[in-house]
């Protein structure tokens, strides 16, 4: 099962493998408070990417559609995750503040994508 938390939010049992799917470290947060068991840089939104959508947060669809792209590129380290997920429960920790609007729901999302075929 694959889950999406903000990094703010206090740890919990329930959240089995917590990981860390920013490119930068939560501001303010400390790595004991953060409780992160794995920070997986290289699938968060390149650094371009995330400083256009802060730009432009109305463009979500483009975002989206973007970031997919990125994905396609980092197979392995979906593939990883995914692995983890079939034994366990994965949640996806993501600083920002939208909860209904961010990379991790769609990372979340294109995890999920081979479960639902």
Known sequence: ?????????PPSPEDGLRVLV???????????EAA?????KE???STELRKWFHAEPRDFKVFESRYRAELR???QALAD??????DKTVTLLYAATDENRNHASILKDVLEEPIRR
């Open 43 to 45: 699938i968060a939104p």
């Open 81 to 86: 995750i995914a692995a983890q997920a079939k």
């Open 22 to 32: 920013d490119r930068l470290w939560p501001r303010g947060m400390t790595k004991e």
């Open 1 to 9: 099962m694959i889950r999406v938390k903000r990094i703010y939010d």
């Open 73 to 75: 590129d980092q197979k």
């Open 36 to 40: 992160v068991d794995r920070w997986d």
